[in-house]
């Protein structure tokens, strides 16, 4: 399965990163499976209404993530929380990507989202990345799926390490270990 993991928030560092790592690692241990990480640490998706994402210019943090997320069958999104809401940037990017130029990244795919919190969120964000996810399926009128199955990262900095290595909760490793397993499982359905 060919797999793009994004890491939607551009601190560096971030808890969004350690979780999309540990995911990433997880999936290379579940198969045989294509998986590229791209991060929005270097994300330069100009503001909507300032200017916009044109395929024909892309820069190169635009290239990598628009290539990564094509080419994907499953596309999964690790989405920060920042006071139980996500970061402005992710929204951003979905109203810049959310054309008909890119109505490519929105066609054949099973999305799956993965809430980063410091503390004990996670979900709200989910929720809302969801809804604008299938909004701009359907305003687009593709056909893809968004996983009813969220995963909450809570505590992120306290189960992860600054490289994304597991600290020993065996509660979340198996809660992101069913996650992806469930994904994996959707993905598979979707692509059969």
């Not at 066609?107 to 299938?134: D, H, Q, T, Y």
């Amino acid at each position: 399965m060919k797999i793009a993991i994004i890491s939607t928030s551009s601190r560096k560092g971030s808890n969004s990163l350690k979780a999309a790592r540990y995911a990433q690692s997880l999936l290379a241990e579940m198969g045989k499976h294509t998986i590229k990480l791209v991060s929005f640490e270097g994300a330069d998706i100009p503001m909507i209404g300032r200017d916009e994402v044109r395929p024909d210019q892309l820069t190169a943090f635009q290239k990598k993530l628009t290539e990564a997320w094509a080419e994907a069958e499953l596309v999964v999104f690790t989405v920060p929380e920042y006071n139980w809401i996500t970061s402005g940037e992710l929204i951003n990017a979905m109203h810049q990507l959310g054309t008909n130029a890119f109505a490519h990244l929105f066609e054949n795919k099973v999305f799956a989202l993965i809430g980063v919190s410091n503390g004990r969120g996670g979900r709200r964000p989910c929720l809302e990345i969801g809804i604008l996810l299938n909004k701009l399926i359907s305003f687009l009128n593709r056909q893809s799926v968004v996983s009813p199955k969220i995963f909450e990262s809570h505590e992120t900095q306290k189960n992860l390490d600054e490289k994304g290595v597991p600290t020993g909760n065996r509660i979340y490793d198996k809660g992101i270990a069913d996650f992806l397993t469930y994904s994996l499982s959707l993905a598979e359905r979707w692509h059969a």
